[in-house]
């Protein structure tokens, strides 16, 4: 490691997120040291984002460190963890500090927010990548999985969802808003906000959950596939926000929130007597009923007579 890298990490990824009582030793040594938690499994996670595949490589650094961090978060809100750590793997074209900055202060806000300390990673020259390790606790056998979906279970979405494709598709010119709307929406894409609390409240109430990275009808299937059930999804519930409605009208929106990546909510399923209870965490995250687990198995996407085209290419249909 040359000095400028040494300077560089001193600078920028020295004492960042979360100040925590179970780190014993962080960045600056040749590993970080924590303190095990008793009654706990450790839940652990790690998601790389790439320049120009999983944001446009001139996104404010900010914006970058934020979703870093963020992506890795939602993964850890899915089994119902609390996030504790982060280990950063950045890989960079050039040592540009005011990038370094941005990113680093994108970064840090979250971290701090979700009581997150950054313990360590490496810093390599090349494409633009960050890989981010994050680990948490949850109590022994009470994570949440995408494997314990039982028929008969209400599914659930929290939030609304294709904002953050919408989002996506303005940066890239592919969809025209203005204004508020355009805002809100490039705010979904640019800082996503991880459903840790949400998760947490979940533990012991979701029979199963996953958070919806790649699209909601395609994330159901991979839910759906690894409890070995099938879904109804009525498209009609689907919480789609005013301005994705109001900037892509009723048959794009509803593209946008079935098939668009990138929204970091939660899908869940929970039986039918929990009803009331998941009602009351909607005061703290909003969450919508949008449909039921069946036995047999593929997605029955009920709605409007427009599903076969919404989801082009998706092949578990049923009539
Ligand atoms: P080594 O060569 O022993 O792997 P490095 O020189 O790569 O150590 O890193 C020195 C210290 O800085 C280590 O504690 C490492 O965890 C930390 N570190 C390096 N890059 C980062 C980064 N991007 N974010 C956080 N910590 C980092
Ligand atoms: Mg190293």
New binding site residues.
Partial sequence: ?SPG??EL?ERY?TGRGAVRDDVRLS????A?IVTPRAGADLVLALDTIVADVHFPADTGSRFVGHRALAVNLSDLAAMGAEPAWA????TLPAADESWLAGFASGFDELARRFGVA?V????TRGPLAATVTVGGWVPVGEALTRSGARHGDDLWVSGTTGDAGAGLAILQARLAAGGAIREQLLRRFLLPEPRVGLGRSLRGIADACIDISDGLAGDLAKLCRASGVGARLDCARLPRSPQLLESAGEVASMRFALTAGDDYELLFTAPPASRHRIEELAAATPVSLVGEITAKPGIHLQGAGLERDLVHGFDHFTD
Avoid: Y
């Fill in positions: 490691m890298e040494f990490i990824f960045v600056g040594d040749d970080a280990l950063l793997g950045l950054l360590g990673g490496d810093t």
